[in-house]
């Protein structure tokens, strides 16, 4: 195998890719990939050690200098944490905040007084996704749960009439919406317009969450009719509080980040003018960092001093917030690190050529490079991390709008049908007391039907936009 000359390896190489390193570096990929899954898969180890080994074998097949990848590792890992730790701290923080203070359970509550009868599934994906907009989806899940059992042992409905709408909001925001890891992640990798991103999110998520959650919960309730597990009825968080905030003061402190980057993403496009004080203005009160740490403060006025937190109890909130997002950002971080040696293989430039000769749509061989990957590992993280290192190179001639839809198109193919290898799988498994076959029915039939509305969706807004 011929070696690879350093130069290959340096982020700034323009040398074009021959045939022989075509073939050097496909064989160098799927090595990698696989050092990666196997890892993952048949020796259970965790997703940062995965990722970091298959970096290394990724540039040992290729031929390159271990210094030279352990430095492009090391680069993109730094970069990648940079660019998005904060704004997952922030998201915790802020999700943590929602969570204990019970404004969660106001919503929920709210929502649920309002609804009744066939309007339920429906406002069970309202509730679903308006609280999986600051919550990583296994938060949401376990805060949800308890939601979904009652409302379907109370009001006699069948599980999955309830539950596949809760799931199907919480999934699409997790695959498609930031602030969430896997969108900021492929936002920072193929350097999309985050509000561009976070505006077309919404739009492609509202109408797939209607076909993946109250439109597929008739189907699903057929296939697998099971009653709410008694034995998975845990407390809620709020059962504990003597008070709670309001209703419109956790609804507004949820949608502010929201409003803020969007409309930053609005102004952007109406005045144009990077000297403008407006624009300026906005581009730094909508910027994801300043958004975000906006959110968290506000919450600790609407959130948590109506729910009686006195001071060292908010302090020791934040702390417990951020303990559980140690090992999201070291997979992430590991992850920006394996694009970085991707990127500095020459693999995005082998991407984008063999794309040009087998003409293939760059926004399909995005979605189906995360179908595979997604498949192999089960991690929709990993998915769209890695996906987005092999595809960012396509995003250099791109416009701002078909940046962003690169980003969903990643964030679509990442959760495509979760099966055993999947976390996720085995966490809705349980907690709705279903077998493996009745799982796959239902959870991974939706995630699939998820994956392929919204990458279908996304493809159609690139033909007109």
Known sequence: MTRLSVEMLAADAVEPITSADHAQLGIAVLAGIAVIVLLVTRFKLHAFLALTIGSLALGAFAGAPLDKTIASFTTGLGATVAGVGVLIALGAILGKMLADSGGADQIVD???????GRSMPWAMVLIASVIGLPLFFEVGVVLLIPVVLMVAKRGNYSLMRIGIPALAGLSVMHGLVPPHPGPLVAIDAVGANLGVTLALGVLVAIPTVVVAGPLFSRVAARWVDVPAPERMIPQRPSEDLEKRPGFGATLATILLPVVLMLSKALVDIVVDDPEHTVQRVFDVIGSP???????????????????????????????????????????????????????????????????????????????LIAVAIRLATGSATVATISAAGLVAPLAADMSTTHTALLVLVIGAGSLFFSHVNDAGFWLVKEYFGLTVGQNVKTWSVMETIISVVAGGLVMLLSLVL
Not at 110 to 116: C, E, N, R, S
Not at 351 to 361: C, K, M, R
């Open 110 to 116: 709210t929502i649920l007084a309002k609804a009744g």
């Open 289 to 367: 960092l300043i958004a975000l740490l906006t959110a968290v403060l506000v919450g600790i006025f609407t959130l948590l001093r109506p729910a009686g937190f006195a001071k060292d109890r908010i302090s020791g909130l934040v702390e417990k917030g951020l303990a559980p997002i140690a090992g999201i950002l070291l997979i992430v971080g590991a992850g920006g690190g394996f694009k970085q040696t991707l990127i500095d293989c020459g693999v995005g430039r082998m991407v984008l050529e063999i794309s040009e000769d087998w003409s293939i749509p760059a926004l399909l061989l995005a979605w």
